[in-house]
């Protein structure tokens, strides 16, 4: 069955940078997308962008353009997302989430990335 | 791209139907047959309901149900169940190759 098994719980500082790690199993890696999803404490859902297990070609949403990078090692399954310059408004819950090109269809069980001086 | 608009809460009683709309743009919902919808419970993840608009992934009941008009998009839960007390959020593919989520809809069943 679908796995998606995110790395643990981060705490940084301000101005920091952070990679999280998602490895996947249970289906042929490079037939699809990840997208990223975060999730600020108490509230919605917030796309932040895709990658291409395929080619690795990206997507992100504007506001992340530039800060985040997506990137994904096909000999482990494993795709890791970087934010830079982090902020106390990234302070959330991200999401892996397997997927087609337009939208995700399993996610990972999430990781807690907390910015904080 | 802004979010897509749903009401903040719905509820219902259980056996009786409900319905969240998603209301975007022709830029989103109504350019595009992408729409999902997915389920969230407090502290888990979101968990996929409905995609493309109408179709249920394998394993998700028949009582779940999407339908799009225009630049609004649809989900109703009918028979309502306990479990299906949770956080509902639609989410679309857009124009600028994004996608965007709506601000999620807090079902009660009372």
């Known amino acids: 069955q679908v796995q998606l098994v995110q790395s643990g719980a981060e705490v940084k500082m301000p101005g920091a940078s952070v990679k999280v790690s998602c490895k996947a199993s249970?289906?042929?890696?490079?037939?699809?997308?990840m997208h990223w999803v975060r999730q600020a404490p108490g509230q919605g859902l917030e796309w932040m962008g895709v990658?291409?297990?395929?080619?690795?070609?990206?997507q992100f949403a504007q506001r992340f353009q530039g800060r985040v990078t997506l990137t994904r090692d096909t000999s482990t399954s494993t795709v890791y997302m970087g934010v830079n310059s982090l902020r106390s408004e990234d302070t959330a819950v991200y999401y892996c989430?397997?997927?087609?090109?337009?939208?995700?269809?399993?996610w990972g069980q999430g990781t807690l990335v907390t910015v904080s001086s | 791209q802004s979010a897509l608009t749903q009401p903040a809460s719905v509820s219902g009683s259980p056996g009786q139907s409900i319905t969240i709309s998603c209301t975007g743009t022709?830029?989103?919902?109504?350019?595009?047959?992408?729409v999902s919808w997915y389920q969230q419970h407090p502290g888990k993840a979101p968990k996929l309901m409905i995609y493309?608009?109408?179709n249920r992934p394998s394993g998700v009941s028949n009582r779940f149900s999407g339908s799009k008009s225009g630049n609004t998009a649809s989900l109703t839960i009918s028979g309502l169940q306990a479990e299906d007390e949770a956080d509902y959020y639609c989410?679309?593919?857009?124009?600028?190759?994004?996608?965007?989520f709506g601000g999620g809809t807090k079902l009660a069943v009372l």
């Open positions: 989410s679309s593919y857009t124009t600028s190759t994004t996608r965007v």
């Open positions: 022709s830029s989103d919902v109504g350019g595009y047959n992408y």
């Open positions: 493309e608009v109408s």
């Open positions: 249970g289906y042929t890696f490079t037939t699809s997308y």
């Open positions: 989430a397997k997927g087609g090109r337009y939208y995700p269809d399993y």
């Open positions: 990658i291409n297990l395929n080619s690795g070609g990206t």
